[in-house]
């Protein structure tokens, strides 16, 4: 019998993506934390029209950047080897949707 994750009983799975665009259509669903700062006027990368104009499909999706790529590349290799210097094992774990606040989405980089 496996147990369930220690976020169980606060947050779901909110869904499965195999690619960046579906990952950008579940992330239209609700606000993750990437969003906080755009909505209290307090984004370097957004602001509170720019997260409206997102979720309710009125705007393009930005063009994924140089970074972006790299981020994405080197995430798997950037998890493993802060689980070998920490001594544990980092899994990766797919966005989550919390229980209470169905609107509030979590997208971790590792569990």
């Known amino acids: 019998m496996t147990a369930a994750p220690f976020w169980a009983e606060h947050a779901e799975l909110a869904g499965h993506y195999r690619d960046r665009d579906e990952w950008l259509e579940l992330r239209r669903t609700g606000i993750g934390s990437s969003d906080c700062s755009a909505v209290l006027g307090m984004g370097k990368y957004g602001s509170p029209f720019s997260v409206w104009a997102e979720k309710t499909g009125r705007a393009k999706p930005a063009d994924e950047t140089e970074a972006m790529l790299w981020g994405t590349l ?38």
């Open 74 to 111: 080197l995430e798997p290799v950037i998890r493993a080897e802060l689980g070998r210097r920490l001594g544990v094992e980092i899994v990766e774990c797919a966005t989550l949707r919390s229980l209470e606040r169905p609107w509030q989405l979590y997208n971790p980089d590792g569990i």
